[in-house]
């Protein structure tokens, strides 16, 4: 009977060794992701908006008590330049902070928060024109306020969870927006290694997520009006 416990024991020892190989091969330098938000073409009629303002009040925090809170390797928390790219923490099999991962060099959570949002609005038949033109000086203001936009790792032991959080204020002239409402995107997938393609996966789906939230906002919003 010890033996055969032995012998399960080293099984599950070197499977949740694999497991913590695939998911911290490079767990701990600084990851680069690039998110695409598909650009659907503008309504050719109909109230035109613009995005006026899009502020990133997500608050970072140097060693957090909770993986979701966001935060940086070498505690580059007050580094507006890291802050404004970075999008997910990596962890060890411990839960150990690591490395992070942010988005290219020239794109920010600004633009792709604003990329989101006009995809949305677009999507639900709603016009969303960029500054130089026509119309507008005449185009409705949408201002925007990131509220959460993180990925996150939690260990497990046979596989790893991989969370997306973002939550983003609105504020327009559509219904429960003009107090500011919010629109949200929240998942978790499990996978056995957190890679590259896991962790764009998943930021994938919640961006989906929070396509879909405030599509369907938007869509009641209008008809309210």
């Given amino acids: 009977m010890s033996r055969w416990y032995s012998a399960r024991a080293a099984l599950i020892f070197i499977a949740a ?4 190989g695939g998911a911290t091969g490079c767990a701990t330098s600084r990851g680069i992701l690039n998110i695409h938000i598909p650009s659907p073409a503008n309504p050719t009629s109909g109230v035109a908006y613009k995005i006026v303002d899009v502020k990133d009040s997500r608050s970072f925090e140097l060693k957090p008590p909770q993986p979701f809170i ?4 070498n505690g580059e928390i007050n580094d507006r330049a890291i802050t404004s790219r970075a999008i997910a923490r990596k962890r060890n099999g411990y839960g150990m902070a690591l490395g992070d991962i942010l988005l290219p060099e020239g ?3 600004q633009d792709l928060t604003e990329r989101a949002v006009a995809r949305a609005f677009r999507e ?8 130089g033109d026509p119309q507008w000086d005449e185009a409705t203001p ?3 306020d990131i509220q959460q936009l993180w ?7 046979w596989s790893i969870g991989l969370d997306f959080d973002m ?3 609105i504020k327009t002239d559509l219904g429960f927006f003009q107090d500011g409402d919010e629109a949200h ?3 978790q997938l499990r996978t056995q290694a957190a890679g590259t393609r896991a962790w764009l996966n998943t930021i994938n789906k919640g961006l989906e997520e929070f396509n879909r939230d405030l599509k369907s906002k938007l869509a009641l919003a209008l008809n309210e009006k």
Avoid: C, H, Y
């Avoid at 966001?70 to 390797?73: E, G, N, Q």
């Avoid at 990925?151 to 032991?157: C, I, S, V, Y």
């Fill in 17 to 20: 060794l694999g497991l913590l």
């Fill in 70 to 73: 966001p935060s940086l390797k």
């Fill in 107 to 109: 794109d920010t959570v």
């Fill in 124 to 131: 639900t038949g709603l016009r969303v024109i960029a500054q």
């Fill in 142 to 144: 949408v201002e925007v």
């Fill in 151 to 157: 990925a996150w790792m939690t260990p497990g032991f």
């Fill in 167 to 169: 939550r983003v204020r």
């Fill in 185 to 187: 995107g929240n998942i």
